[in-house]
């Protein structure tokens, strides 16, 4: 079983419950090994902060998992943040967030929103035209080759507003995957996104919102390496990934251990 979680939000961003002792905790009581704690990350301007935590957080942000490192020496704890691709912020985020002592381990890329062909930032929870997911698949190769992130969570969640499959989807997800097998960073089969409730899409497929198994398929005809994560939003969603495990089983994925990703523990 995978006996890590690296996508690990508190209730500093708003719309998750617990501190992190409370995501340590539970993560012992459910065996896991290690914890990575990937809150949404602040921006300086203040964008999107109805979710993410405030920049005037971040130093009890990571206060709270340092204290957690003394309380939970059992359980390898990195600290980390997952954040937005802005390519206004790609020196922003290295100064203040990976170079900056006692902050991040690790950066972990989300692509929630793009910036679509016109210039102008688009969500992508609400994709239906399936050219946009060509927009997003170019601006998530965009923060790959970026090299700040570790890794990129939920990488197919362009697929959330129930597109179809057609030769753009098709094409997105080969150049995620290209991406991901040339700069070798790995890719998430987002665990929590395996319980949703089934869709029928706009092509009449009945699937997942995501991991959509279409992009997965493309994904397993390159030399890809996946993490599995729960995006842990509550401590009880710890744990909880046997659907993400058996997806990465059927395609004969490489899932990245502890080690392979942060190095051997001191
Ligand atoms: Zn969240
Ligand atoms: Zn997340």
Same mark, same amino acid.
């Given at each position: 079983?995978t006996?890590?979680n690296f996508h690990?939000?508190?209730?500093?961003?708003?719309?998750?419950?617990?501190?992190?002792?409370?995501?340590?905790?539970?993560?012992?009581?459910k065996?896991?090994?290690?914890?990575?704690f990937?809150?949404?990350?602040?921006h300086?301007?203040?964008?999107?902060?109805?979710?993410r935590?405030?920049?005037?957080?971040l130093?009890?942000y990571?206060q709270e998992?340092?204290?957690?490192?003394?309380?939970?020496?059992?359980? @390898?704890?990195h600290?980390g943040?997952?954040? &937005?691709?802005r390519p206004?912020?790609?020196?922003f #985020?290295k100064d203040?967030?990976l170079q900056t002592p006692?902050?991040?381990?690790?950066?972990?890329l989300?692509?929630?929103?793009?910036?679509?062909?016109?210039g102008?930032?688009?969500?992508?929870?609400?994709?239906h035209?399936?050219?946009?997911?060509? &927009?997003?698949?170019?601006f998530?190769v965009?923060?790959?080759?970026?090299?700040?992130y570790?890794?990129?969570v @939920?990488?197919?969640l362009f697929?959330?507003?129930?597109g179809?499959w057609?030769d753009?989807a098709?094409?997105?997800?080969?150049?995620?995957?290209?991406?991901?097998?040339?700069?070798n960073?790995?890719?998430?089969i987002?665990a929590?996104?395996?319980h949703?409730?089934?869709?029928?899409?706009l092509?009449?497929k009945?699937?997942?919102?995501?991991p959509?198994?279409?992009?997965?398929?493309?994904?397993? @005809?390159y &030399?890809v390496?996946?993490?599995?994560?729960v995006?842990?939003h509550r401590?009880?969603?710890?744990?909880?990934v046997?659907?993400?495990?058996?997806l990465?089983?059927?395609?004969?994925?490489?899932?990245v251990t502890?080690?392979?990703l942060?190095? #051997?523990?001191?």
């Amino acid at each position: 079983m995978t006996n890590y979680n690296f996508h690990t939000h508190t209730y500093h961003c708003k719309h998750a419950l617990g501190a992190p002792k409370d995501y340590c905790q539970a993560a012992l009581a459910k065996g896991l090994t290690a914890l990575g704690f990937s809150d949404h990350a602040p921006h300086p301007d203040g964008k999107w902060d109805a979710v993410r935590m405030d920049i005037s957080e971040l130093d009890t942000y990571f206060q709270e998992i340092h204290q957690c490192q003394a309380l939970f020496p059992r359980l @390898h704890i990195h600290p980390g943040l997952e954040c &937005e691709y802005r390519p206004d912020l790609g020196d922003f #985020q290295k100064d203040n967030f990976l170079q900056t002592p006692g902050r991040c381990e690790y950066m972990a890329l989300a692509i929630h929103d793009f910036i679509n062909l016109q210039g102008e930032w688009t969500s992508s929870w609400r994709l239906h035209d399936t050219r946009q997911y060509l &927009e997003y698949a170019r601006f998530a190769v965009q923060g790959m080759s970026s090299g700040l992130y570790k890794f990129v969570v @939920h990488p197919d969640l362009f697929f959330v507003g129930g597109g179809a499959w057609d030769d753009n989807a098709a094409l997105a997800s080969k150049l995620i995957a290209e991406a991901a097998s040339a700069l070798n960073i790995p890719l998430e089969i987002n665990a929590s996104g395996a319980h949703r409730p089934l869709i029928t899409d706009l092509g009449g497929k009945i699937r997942r919102p995501f991991p959509h198994l279409n992009f997965w398929e493309v994904v397993a @005809h390159y &030399e890809v390496r996946v993490v599995i994560s729960v995006d842990a939003h509550r401590p009880d969603d710890l744990g909880d990934v046997s659907d993400a495990e058996a997806l990465a089983r059927y395609f004969d994925f490489h899932v990245v251990t502890e080690e392979e990703l942060f190095g #051997q523990p001191n």
